[in-house]
């Protein structure tokens, strides 16, 4: 069990790196992970569902103990991100399906890979935790909506329809999750229980987050190479400004040094599936739009990938 478990760690810290590996395929060998296209709606309610089985209720109290991080990590996460993906996409001039595809990134909440980069970075892994929960509940709420508001102008966009979708996708898998954990807590199965989930959870996460990049990259691999010039500097520009201002906007309200780093982390990092998955269903008509979702996932892995060698690095040297 212990060398499954180390295993499961290991998978999730070269994360950026099968990614890497995943997309690499895709574009050399499409028909390979192209299968899961189809698929992809039901992988992130796969994820969804293992981010419920880490939690419990008692979590949701410990969100109202201190509300005042919760509530500023949340407020930037869908202000910055947002604004930034508006602010890119203009700058690099991304035509209207990108631009879209751009906006939707920035309208998502935080991703399930932050929580790992905290624990790299020795940043607060349960506050992290608790904003990507709070993040994606509010996302039920607020992604429709942003996206509506920010992009409503470009094509017609069913802000109802696409709550629906939200709700499919992210809140009844994370409250299956919950319950499922509730119940394993009665029967006394909690011990045997996590044990398997710390092994299966990361492994599942990393492998459904690679096919569901790789599947999109495969499908789109046809105009990929002429959407890519102006896309990826776009995408990257908006990571950056995420990391960027979620820290110096934690540090002018004079956190700590470990707060700063997690909400920086939680700001920089979307949750690029939900992106994709919502521009597949809503927009299937656009084959770009789901584009700045896949260079995301990569992208922003990447960008906290280095911020955790780097702050680890910096802590060491203390």
């Not at 998502?108 to 890979?113: F, K, N, S």
């Not at 994370?174 to 989930?197: E, T, Y």
Request: proline content about 5%; charged content about 10%; some cysteine.
């Amino acid at each position: 069990m212990g060398k499954l478990r180390k295993l499961a760690s290991i998978a999730s810290q070269l994360f950026p790196v099968w990614l890497l590996i995943g997309c690499a395929v895709a574009w050399m060998e499409p028909a390979s992970v192209s299968w899961f296209h189809p698929m992809i709606n039901l992988g992130l309610g796969v994820i969804m569902l293992g981010m419920g089985l880490t939690l419990r209720f008692e979590d949701f109290y410990l969100v109202m103990k201190d509300p005042r991080l919760i509530a500023l990590g949340v407020f930037l996460q869908f202000f910055i991100m947002p604004m930034a993906a508006v602010l890119c996409g203009k700058i690099f001039q991304l035509p209207p399906d990108l631009y879209l595809g751009l906006i939707l990134v920035g309208c998502c909440p935080g991703g399930t890979a932050s929580n790992v980069i905290c624990y790299l970075a020795r940043a607060n892994v349960a506050l992290s935790v608790l904003l990507t929960m709070c993040s994606t509940i509010a996302a039920i709420f607020l992604t429709p909506l942003l996206t509506k508001f920010l992009a409503g102008h470009i094509l017609h966009i069913d802000a109802w329809q696409m709550f629906v979708t939200m709700m499919q996708l992210v809140l009844l898998p994370l409250v299956v999750g919950i319950l499922i954990n509730h119940f394993v807590d009665k029967a006394g199965c909690r011990k045997k229980f996590s044990s398997c989930l710390d092994i299966v959870g990361p492994l599942v996460s990393v492998i459904v987050i690679v096919l569901v990049v790789a599947a999109i990259i495969a499908k789109s691999r046809p105009v990929l190479a002429h959407a890519s010039g102006s896309t990826f500097p776009a995408v990257l520009s908006m990571h950056a400004i995420g990391f960027l201002l979620g820290y110096l906007a934690s540090k002018l309200c004079r956190e700590k040094e470990e707060i700063c780093r997690t909400i920086s982390v939680e700001v920089g990092m979307q949750n690029s599936g939900l992106g994709a998955s919502l521009a597949n269903t809503h927009f299937p008509h656009l084959a770009l739009a789901p584009i700045p979702a896949a260079f995301s996932a990569v992208t922003h892995s990447l960008l906290g990938s280095f911020l955790a060698w780097f702050w680890r690095r910096k802590n060491r040297g203390k």
